[in-house]
Structures are given as structure tokens and as C-alpha cells.
């Protein structure tokens, strides 16, 4: 780990702690992306949606860097700023645990020893252009993309596969990727200043 987790990651782990009490178990398990090719997830995605939530508040462009690790593990680097485009970029190495059997799509995240929560790919694009990440109770989800812009037809796809799911798709709002998209329609802007 580089440094401390910092406030992302430990009010990440809150957060999806009180997801998963309030209603993992009521919900039909989520289908995983079926035999994923880890080599077409290794490298950079940002990521441009998702349902707001404690621990993502403020988040500026968020960056996610995915490499093999140690045992069979994955490494991730994270990159955000937090509450402006003139704050600090923070970095975060983090492990990443993929479970046996589950054609490398189930995975657990260990923001802090000996937590591993459950991070879950559902779709892999045929393209490994895009990435949407769950878990069961169906309260948090991301989109994760090669590229910060996605087309709007592309988005409206990816929803459309959430919703196919189970989740609510209102709830889902766009990251702000660059100053312009702060306050816009649509993009998540709790937290961050112009």
C-alpha cells in the first residue's frame, strides 16, 4: 500500500459494508461476465458512472490501473483528486483477489487487512472498451472505461444492461471527468468546486 488508505478508502469499506447488511442476501446473485480474459482488463479505465454513494463524494476524473500481482493476485492503483481539478492527485495500491471457478469475474478487494469485499465484474464489452462492476444488493455499481468520454449510445446501452439486472438506473450519475461537466445534467458534482 502506498501511504495510508486515506478517507476514500476507508469510508469506501463503511459504505460497502452497510450495502451489503442491507440486502445482499435478499437479492438474486448477480450473473458474472462469463471467461474473462484478465489480459483484456490489465491496464487503465476510468470510471464515469456511478450510484452515489459516502465514500465516492467529490471524486475528480477517478483512475483505475489494473496489473498482475503478487500469487495470483491483481495489483490496483488508484488515482483520484477530491472536491476540485486543483487538488493534490492522490494514489492508492490496492489488492485484489480473483475467487477460483468463476471464470476470473468474482472478485474481493482488500482496501484493509483482512476485509476482502466483493467486487463483481457483470459485463466485459466484446471490445474491453467497458466494464460494469456490482455487487448483490444492487446498491452500488460503476462503469469503468478505456476512454473518460463514453457516446451517449454507448451509456444508454450499458444502463440498459443494468437495469436488465435488477438495478434502478436512476440512482446512476456520471463522473465529472473534465471542469466543464461540473453542475451539468446528469453528472455527480456533490463536493467538488469549480
Given amino acids: 500500500m502506498s501511504g495510508s488508505f486515506g478517507v476514500v478508502r476507508i469510508c469506501w469499506l463503511s459504505s460497502i459494508l452497510v450495502a451489503l447488511a442491507g440486502g445482499a442476501c435478499a437479492e438474486t446473485p448477480l450473473p458474472l461476465a462469463p471467461n474473462v480474459d484478465l489480459s483484456r482488463v490489465y491496464g487503465g479505465w476510468h470510471i464515469v458512472a456511478t450510484m452515489p454513494n459516502s465514500f ?14 503478487a500469487n495470483d493476485e491483481v495489483r490496483e492503483d488508484f488515482y483520484v483528486q477530491r472536491g476540485s481539478f486543483a487538488a493534490a492527485r492522490r494514489h492508492f495500491t490496492v489488492r485484489d483477489f480473483i475467487a477460483p471457478g468463476t471464470g ?23 471490445g474491453g472498451r467497458y466494464i460494469l462492476w456490482g455487487e448483490d444488493s444492487r446498491k452500488l455499481g460503476w462503469i469503468y472505461s478505456r476512454q473518460a468520454d ?5 451509456y444508454r446501452d450499458l444502463m440498459q444492461r443494468f437495469a436488465a439486472l435488477g438495478y434502478d438506473t436512476t440512482k446512476f450519475r456520471k463522473v465529472v471527468q473534465h471542469p466543464s461537466q461540473i453542475g451539468a445534467p446528469g453528472y455527480w458534482s456533490d463536493g467538488i468546486k469549480p
Fill in 56 to 69: 465516492e463524494r467529490g471524486m475528480v476524473a477517478p483512475y483505475d490501473v489494473y496489473a498482475p500481482g
Fill in 150 to 154: 463514453v457516446p451517449e449510445a454507448d
Fill in 104 to 126: 476470473n469475474a468474482h472478485w474481493r478487494v482488500q482496501v484493509i487487512w483482512p476485509l476482502k469485499l466483493p467486487f463483481l465484474m457483470l459485463y466485459l464489452d466484446p
